[in-house]
Nanobody
Framework: QAELVESGGGSVQAGGSLRLSCEASGFSYASKCIGWFRQPPGMKREGVAIIHTGDDTKLYNDSVKGRFTISQDKAERTVYLQMDSLRPEDTAMYYC??????WGDGSYCSLNHYSMDHWGKGTLVSISS
């Protein structure tokens, strides 16, 4: 059974940093698009960053470029999101999502949350001004 488990959320002041982790299990990790999505209170879910586990292609939402970095540890089947220079508008529930289609390369990865087949339960990130 596919499972994604997020960790690393918390409360920090603006300008601070957090690192989120997403551990994947129960499905093949190879050549998948796995990413981070967030949903602020009362708003729609949006894509933040996504990585292709095969060729390491990365895609970012414009709002986080230069501040957030997505990476992976293939041996640990874990995807990370390093978040620096955090802003109050980054406050949201952050979810890890995985597209279960084995795309050949990262050109097929998308920040559209409808592309994801598996979801974690989320981890809360709260940024105070």
């Amino acid at each position: 059974q596919a499972e994604l488990v997020e960790s690393g959320g918390g409360s920090v002041q603006a300008g601070g940093s957090l690192r989120l982790s997403c551990e994947a299990s129960g499905f093949s990790y190879a050549s998948k698009c796995i990413g981070w999505f967030r949903q602020p209170p009362g708003m729609k879910r949006e894509g933040v960053a996504i990585i292709h586990t095969g060729d390491d292609t990365k895609l970012y939402n414009d709002s986080v470029k230069g501040r957030f970095t997505i990476s992976q540890d293939k041996a640990e089947r874990t995807v990370y999101l390093q978040m620096d220079s955090l802003r109050p508008e980054d406050t949201a529930m952050y979810y890890c999502g995985a597209d279960n289609t084995p795309w050949g390369d990262g050109s097929y990865c998308s920040l559209n949350h409808y592309s994801m087949d598996h979801w974690g339960k989320g981890t809360l990130v709260s940024i105070s001004s």
